[in-house]
């Protein structure tokens, strides 16, 4: 694991406001711990040589500024929520149709899209009737337990 990969651990960490963190690889072990009252989290990166701890300030501020939050949806409309962490994808195949579009009618049991965690394919459905107005991720791309993935103007 590279310094790039830690800062992007640290960088989630703090935008979900975990307070502690655990990923335990062949040969490599880290720990992320962070006190509740809003400090800094404390970093401790262990592989096969001694422990490592180093704090989590000199590597955020070497990391770039925060994107700002994205804008409301309009009070109208539902967002659709990614029920995991995976890979967003639209439809089942790169020549398949998608699931979803722009304008599409919807009922609470269709799949607008998969979502991809640990190598299973996961179809994802609306859970409310209603009209596609917004597709909020591009395909192949990195979601969040609870990022939002689509708009839906309920009927």
């Known amino acids: 694991m590279d310094i790039k990969e830690i800062k992007r651990i640290i960088e989630l960490i703090k935008d979900n406001e975990l307070s502690e963190f655990e990923l335990q ?3 490599f072990r880290i720990s992320v711990k962070r006190k509740v009252a809003g400090g800094e989290p404390q970093v401790v990166v ?8 180093m704090q989590a300030a000199a590597l955020a501020a070497a990391a770039p500024a925060a994107a700002p939050a994205p804008a409301p949806a309009p009070s109208n409309l539902v967002e659709i929520k990614s029920p995991m962490v995976g ?3 639209r439809s089942s195949s790169p020549e398949a149709e998608p699931y979803s579009s722009i304008g599409q009618d919807i009922d609470d049991e269709s799949v ?4 991809e965690a640990m190598k299973v394919m996961n179809e994802i459905k609306a859970e409310v009737k209603g009209t596609i107005r917004k597709i909020l991720v ?3 791309t990195p979601v969040e337990f609870g990022q ?3 708009l839906v103007e309920p009927r």
């Open 25 to 27: 690889e062949e040969g």
């Open 46 to 53: 262990a592989p096969n040589t001694p422990q490592v701890v």
């Open 87 to 89: 890979t967003f994808y």
């Open 112 to 115: 607008v899209c998969i979502v």
């Open 138 to 140: 591009e395909n192949a």
């Open 148 to 150: 939002p993935l689509f």
